[in-house]
């Protein structure tokens, strides 16, 4: 059964670093999602992406985040300058095809800013 | 804006008990509305889903019903396993092609033997 994959699974990093969160989508999906779960509270939306460009974005993704397609695989979530109330489990998903509107979750990054 | 409001947990049950959770939503329009299920170190698993009202989405023992009369979407199951221990999350997305999830806090459900 096709999944989402994610890496890393942990990624720790010093405070002002850049962080680079990497997701593979289930290959004919043509929506894809970050989320992200601070410890003990809920899911966030933070964006989602189609054709090539964010459909969609949410408060907490400021211009420290971005995110790209570079090549017809992968999708990545960058964090220019970490801080430390980034810290949290970064989840991507993808949607599409006939179950357009059910989205498929990776196993999660555990983001740890120090 | 639209929002999910989950019964408050942790939820502690013994095994083959009779399980609710609590789930109601705040959406303009027609949303479709999502069970989904983070067993411990793992990521969000879809569980069911909904589309329209009165649907009902079943799966695993697990069924929810598309209540629109009371904005609700609670999970039942009749009989609860060891195995079931999860947090469970309420989530929508409006109909309207795909957009992001909306998800409710989660509940933390743990079955004891």
């Known amino acids: 059964e096709p999944e989402v994959t994610q890496t890393p699974s942990h990624q720790v990093t010093q405070m002002g670093q850049e962080v680079i969160l990497r997701c593979v989508p289930i290959s004919n999906h043509l929506y894809f999602y970050w989320y992200r779960q601070i410890l003990g509270q809920k899911v966030e939306f933070l964006v989602s992406?189609?054709?090539?460009?964010?459909?969609?974005k949410s408060e907490i993704f400021d211009d420290q985040f971005s995110v790209e397609r570079p090549d017809g695989s992968n999708f990545t979530l960058k964090i220019r300058s970490t801080k430390l109330e980034d810290s949290a489990m970064y989840f991507c998903?993808?949607?599409?095809?006939?179950?357009?509107?059910?989205?498929?979750f990776g196993p999660g990054t555990r983001l740890t800013v120090l | 804006g639209d929002s999910v409001t989950q019964m408050e947990g942790p939820v502690t049950l013994s095994e083959e008990a009779f399980l609710t959770i609590n789930c109601t939503y705040t959406?303009?329009?027609?949303?479709?509305l999502f069970w989904y299920v983070q067993y411990p170190g793992e990521g969000l698993q879809l569980l069911l889903k909904a589309t329209k009202a009165d649907d009902k989405g079943s799966n695993k023992g697990f069924e929810a019903t598309y209540r629109k009369e009371t904005t609700s979407f609670h999970l039942e199951k009749g009989s609860v396993q060891v195995s079931d221990s999860a947090v469970y999350f309420c989530?929508?997305?409006?109909?309207?092609?795909?957009?992001?999830?909306?998800f409710g806090q989660g509940t933390r459900l743990t079955i004891n033997p």
């Open positions: 959406a303009t329009g027609y949303p479709s």
């Open positions: 989530a929508l997305t409006p109909i309207q092609g795909a957009q992001k999830l909306v």
């Open positions: 998903a993808s949607s599409g095809g006939r179950t357009y509107n059910e989205q498929f």
């Open positions: 992406f189609y054709n090539n460009e964010i459909s969609e």
